[in-house]
């Protein structure tokens, strides 16, 4: 277990605590691994947006299988709360640690943020699933529970320099910071890919990429498609979009 301490915008103090073990070799059937992650705000009170004071638990358990003629797949199970009842509610109604949690009174939610299957064979590499998707546009910071998304998508290395991807998004789980990020960064912005106010959808659920950008009782669409490449023609210098 290590314990560190990091700061976060407005806040005095935030510390971490997280303890991982892994087990079975990746050549044996896979690798599991387990976490568990302990988040406390020690002040923010100078602060309008970020949690004042509270504490959260994280608990974590992923699997990803060992290769098959190149396929692999994996899940990954989260749950986050105030597992013991450590957050004051009635200290500053309405924003205490509400960057930690996905509910609004801090108990402990569940979900099965990552089932995926991952195909690589020569410069080819192909996905699809519930997982953590890494783009631009989707990248956020974490508190405890990501952003997770469906999506199925594929990566082709056309040179040794060069790159490009292709995917299509269908679904969104929003993360514990996702309504903090919303108030902070301002609507409209489309980062992590919450246009519409997250604080009316449910947390640690997936929501249609219609719903999560226009709001509930928008018409349902296709998704989002995302293309991206990438050129990186030295150590030093890496072009991509």
Do not use: C
């Amino acid at each position: 277990m290590t314990f560190q301490m990091k700061p976060i915008v407005g806040a005095v103090a935030l510390a971490t605590a997280t303890a991982t073990a892994a087990e079975t070799p990746n050549d044996k059937g896979g690798k599991l691994t387990a976490q568990v992650k302990l988040q406390h705000v020690v002040d923010a009170k100078d602060n309008g947006y970020d949690p004042n004071t509270g504490t959260a638990e994280m608990f974590t358990l992923k699997y990803l299988s060992s290769s098959i003629n190149g396929a692999k797949i994996g899940m990954g199970f989260y749950a986050v709360g105030d597992l013991f009842d450590n957050t004051d509610l009635d200290i500053d109604p309405g924003r205490p640690a509400s960057g930690l949690y996905v509910t609004g009174d801090a108990s402990v939610k569940a979900v099965l943020g990552e089932l995926f299957v991952d195909y690589s064979r020569n410069d080819l590499n192909v996905y699809g699933g519930r997982m953590m998707f890494k783009s631009p546009l989707t990248t956020s910071i974490e508190s405890t529970l990501p952003d997770f998304h469906t999506v199925v998508g594929a990566n082709y290395k056309a040179t040794k320099s060069f790159s490009v991807g292709l995917a299509q998004m269908t679904q969104m789980s929003i993360a514990a910071r996702g309504a903090s990020e919303f108030g902070l960064i301002g609507e409209g912005t489309g980062t992590a890919g919450i246009i519409q106010s997250p604080v009316a959808l449910a947390r640690a659920e997936f929501h249609d990429i219609s719903t999560v950008a226009l709001g509930e009782g928008a018409e349902d669409t296709n998704g989002l498609t995302i293309l991206n490449a990438s050129f990186k023609p030295s150590k030093k210098m890496n072009v991509s979009g």
